[in-house]
């Protein structure tokens, strides 16, 4: 990676002045959304997608469950932002109990559906804790599911990373091998689980750059609304959170206002020094609420830019 005499002076204009002034707005932005499972949850997801909208996200994307067991919630959550709203769509497919027949129909169908990007995963097994067993007629890894959907219709392909190495993986070196396997595949780019420390991001950018890999490496960022349940999902996705992190949100539990104003600071600050480290693309996972990805996006120097299409007279 080539570093430019700005991006050599943005450390010292970070400590110069203060920390969120004059950003120029040029980082790129995406967010993560899961399929509500109620009406209820289904308006909060939309008045998250609204919210978020104006900022003009390069795209949004829509989680699968394991074993597809949210298929037709995340088609029909996809196919809503598609139809109607101006941002790029991707829907997330995943490997899990279907054959390579029947994940030819799912693509197509999104395809039809007006959906050009798919975030192309392994999946997780439908039991917790239980090994991926490939389907006999299905395809075995991300790799050959990147693969896959490139014969069938030119689709734009994101796939995972894991700066802190995927839990299944022999070594990181191998995890890294891997990762170069998608990309050759056919992906795009790779978005990052999430981590909670720059430093984390800064280390895997540079051995996945020293193993050849030149596609961008987009982070992910998980804002802390709920400590517990990030504690529970970093024992399962082998995140580390680091002791600083957990004396933050102690104390905090009963405090749910005040839980989120830290949240929004400890992730904007995180995200403020990937700026300052060259970073200029940026993933959300939002879980489904747009305050606190809003916020950070906001301290980045992002601005509303468009609306919501018209509704249809």
């Not at 298929?71 to 829907?91: D, K, S």
């Not at 960022?221 to 399962?236: D, G, T």
């Not at 993933?283 to 489904?288: A, G, I, K, S, V």
């Not at 996006?297 to 919501?308: A, F, N, S, Y």
């Amino acid at each position: 990676m080539t570093i430019s005499r700005d991006q050599m002076l943005e450390p010292h204009r970070a400590l110069a002045t203060p920390l969120f002034a004059g950003l120029s707005g040029d980082a790129e932005i995406s967010f993560e959304f899961f399929p509500p499972k109620t009406e209820k949850m289904e308006e909060q997801l939309w008045d998250s997608i609204v919210t978020l909208d104006p900022l003009k996200p390069r795209f949004v994307s829509v989680t699968y469950g394991a074993g597809g067991t949210t298929r037709e919630r995340t088609h029909n959550t996809v196919a809503r932002i598609a139809r109607e709203t101006r941002i790029p769509a991707a829907a997330h497919l995943t490997c899990v109990d279907a054959s390579k027949t029947e994940i030819a129909e799912i693509a197509s169908a999104y395809w039809e559906a007006g959906v050009r990007h798919i975030v192309a995963l392994r999946g997780d097994p439908p039991n917790a804790g239980g090994a991926f067993v490939p389907h006999p007629e299905g395809y075995a890894s991300a790799a050959e599911l990147v693969e896959g959907l490139r014969k069938l219709h030119p689709f734009e392909i994101s796939v995972s990373a894991y700066p802190e190495t995927h839990p299944e993986a022999l070594s990181a070196a191998k995890d890294i091998d891997f990762l170069k396997r998608k990309l050759d595949a056919g992906a795009s780019r790779a978005i990052t689980q999430f981590f909670f420390e720059s430093e984390t991001f800064f280390r895997f950018r540079d051995a996945v750059a020293a193993a050849g890999i030149d596609p961008e490496i987009v982070p992910g960022i998980m804002p802390v609304s709920n400590f517990a349940a990030i504690q529970r999902m970093s024992k399962m996705t082998g995140t580390a959170i680091p002791g600083w992190m957990a004396h933050l949100f102690d104390g905090l539990d009963d405090h749910p206002a005040a839980r989120q104003l830290v949240a929004a600071t400890v992730a904007a600050e995180m995200c403020r020094r990937l700026y300052a480290g060259g970073v200029r693309q940026f993933h959300f996972y939002t879980l489904n609420r747009a305050e606190l990805s809003y916020a950070i996006c906001h301290l980045l120097g992002k601005r509303p830019q468009t609306e919501l299409k018209e509704e249809a007279a």
